[in-house]
């Protein structure tokens, strides 16, 4: 009796899904240790503590129990899958990516549910307590300025409708951006309607052959993570919380849909060229994917600063967005870890992406001369001018070059076009470090920029600081912002307001040909947080 206890005991264990080798051999230890057989009297505190150490969190029989059902569906859903890693037909696959999602979010509960502090465990712990508050309050304000747009397909899917632009130039044509920007909308709508729209997009994309054969987890595919803009869910916030949830999830699935596509079209280029997808060439394919995804990694060269990824998080408005665009700008070669065949891949999808927008820009200029701006010290280089608004879908890219003009020409020129020189000696007058010091003030997440407003004595345009009027700019969403601006500003057409706002609203930067007094660097500083 004994044995064949012992036996069964290991056998659930296996079975049970996502269980580590170490949880394993401890599980193995523990029942090989069993000298009695176990009793009703002892047999459910050994096996809930044994469940304990197999799922790494404390969990009654009854929750061990359904686990283990829900990673039986798993398993029997996967038995349909065929050596390559696909399955007979689209239903079966979303089926074990739906049994497998099921499996996870149970799970996920459990842990969350362990993790949860008692009131006696926070009145012990209040530094704890405290850091935990002021974690979530903070991200809570980055996810309320994020919402209410669905500039995802503008901003971070840039990259990706530039390379499917390059590559319909070259007589090859791609879809993924289109295919996945359009899906913003049901996605938003099917929120709105009290569907589980996340769970749908992370089924269809943990049944992929790419999730299957553990390449996604192998180069460390940003599919399963929080999204910078977005730190906090915003469902619990009263009244609104499911309308934010809809913009909060077409964000989020935009990126993961577009993030997987991105990796599996690189593992379709290397199988293309020759290369073993499993091999050391496509090292670094994964973090190409990401960055070409607005996730870039927190390094340079051998230098890894991902250890400090929260403080990044605390003091930027999207830093791995920003580190994303310095990729791009450097052709993808500033990265640690990367085979030659990444390294050149990368080159190529930065090249192409570079040479589309050049003509973009010049056939804008042809079709309306005089309508893009060229000037690389002027903060609007590579914006075109329609009307009164000027507009500038690359400015993610742009606003380094204009900063990395001035510093290196040593002089600036406003939007009135007024040429500035910088390090004249003269007292009172701009200097480069000035110039850097705006650019990074630009940059700023919501916090580090109510530090900044109390160390200047004054709010945007001149305005004296006030508790009010720092809670309605962190907690007012961007687009609700630029509105206010744009209805405020008396230099722009009416018809105009409304393009730029539409444009804003899908991730394309906007700038007024004119400014109201006092209003110009504190507008230009809120617009390029997302940049």
């Known amino acids: 009796i004994l044995k064949n206890q012992q036996a069964g005991i290991v056998t659930w264990a296996k079975r049970t899904a996502g269980i580590t080798p170490e949880a394993e051999r401890s599980v193995l230890a523990r029942v090989n240790k069993m000298t009695d057989v176990l009793t009703p009297e002892n047999e459910d505190a050994f096996l809930e503590d044994l469940a304990a150490h197999v799922l790494g969190t404390t969990v009654t029989m009854e929750e061990a129990g359904n686990i283990t059902s829900l990673a039986h569906q798993v398993t029997k859903k996967k038995d349909a899958m065929k050596e390559d890693f696909t399955f007979p037909t689209e239903q079966e696959r979303m089926d074990y990516g739906l049994a497998a999602i099921s499996f996870r979010n149970y799970y996920n509960e459990l842990l969350n549910a362990a993790e949860k502090m008692t009131l006696l465990e926070h009145l012990k712990h209040p530094l704890l307590t405290l850091d935990k508050t002021i974690h979530n309050v903070l991200g809570l304000t980055k996810s309320m300025l994020a919402t209410l747009d669905d500039s995802a397909v503008g901003t971070q899917g840039i990259k990706t409708l530039l390379d499917d632009a390059a590559n319909t130039l070259m007589l090859k044509p791609t879809h993924q951006w289109w295919s996945n920007a359009w899906r913003t909308f049901p996605d938003a ?14 089924a269809e994309i943990v049944s992929r052959p790419n999730a299957l054969n553990g390449l996604y987890k192998k180069h460390k595919v940003a599919i399963n993570v929080m999204e910078e803009n977005y730190p906090e869910h915003l469902a619990g916030v009263p009244v609104v919380g499911r309308f934010l949830k809809g913009f909060e999830t077409a964000f989020a699935s935009f990126q993961k849909r577009n993030r997987a596509d991105t990796f599996d079209a690189l593992i379709n280029i290397a199988k293309a060229a020759g290369k073993d997808p499993f091999s050391s060439d496509i090292e670094g394919f994964g973090k190409l994917a990401n960055t070409l995804t607005a996730r870039g990694t927190l390094e340079v060269g051998r230098y890894n600063f991902e250890v400090i990824g929260d403080f990044v998080n605390l003091v930027t408005f999207a830093g791995r967005f920003m580190k994303s665009n310095i990729d791009f700008l450097t052709f993808n070669q500033i990265h640690s870890n990367m085979s030659p065949y990444a390294r050149k891949v990368g080159m190529i999808k930065s ?11 010049a056939i804008a200029d042809a079709l309306d001369p005089d309508s893009v701006e060229w000037d690389p010290t002027k903060s609007t280089f590579g914006g075109i001018k329609k009307g009164t608004v000027i507009y500038e879908p690359f400015k993610m890219f742009t606003s380094y070059v204009v900063l990395a003009a001035r510093l290196l020409l040593g002089r600036y020129t406003s939007l009135a076009g007024k040429t500035t020189k910088l390090n004249t000696g003269e007292y009172g007058k701009p200097t480069k470090k000035d110039v850097l010091v705006d650019f990074l003030s630009g940059k700023e997440s919501p916090p580090l920029r109510i530090l900044d407003d109390i160390l200047k004595g004054e709010m945007f345009g001149g305005e004296p600081v006030t508790v009010g009027g720092e809670l309605k700019k962190i907690v007012t969403p961007i687009p609700g912002q630029t509105a206010v601006e744009y209805h405020k500003n008396p230099y722009v057409e ?3 307001k409304i393009a730029a706002m539409i ?3 899908f991730g394309v930067r906007t700038t007024p040909i004119k400014y109201p007094p006092r209003k110009q660097t504190a507008t230009r500083r809120r617009r390029t947080a997302r940049d």
Request: proline share 0%; glycine share 6%.
């Open 503 to 505: 444009a804003e609203t």
């Open 494 to 496: 009416d018809a105009d």
């Open 351 to 361: 090249l192409k992406g570079i040479a589309v927008i050049a003509i973009f820009l």
């Open 189 to 202: 709508a099917k929120t709105w309607a009290g569907k589980e729209v996340s769970d749908v997009v992370d």
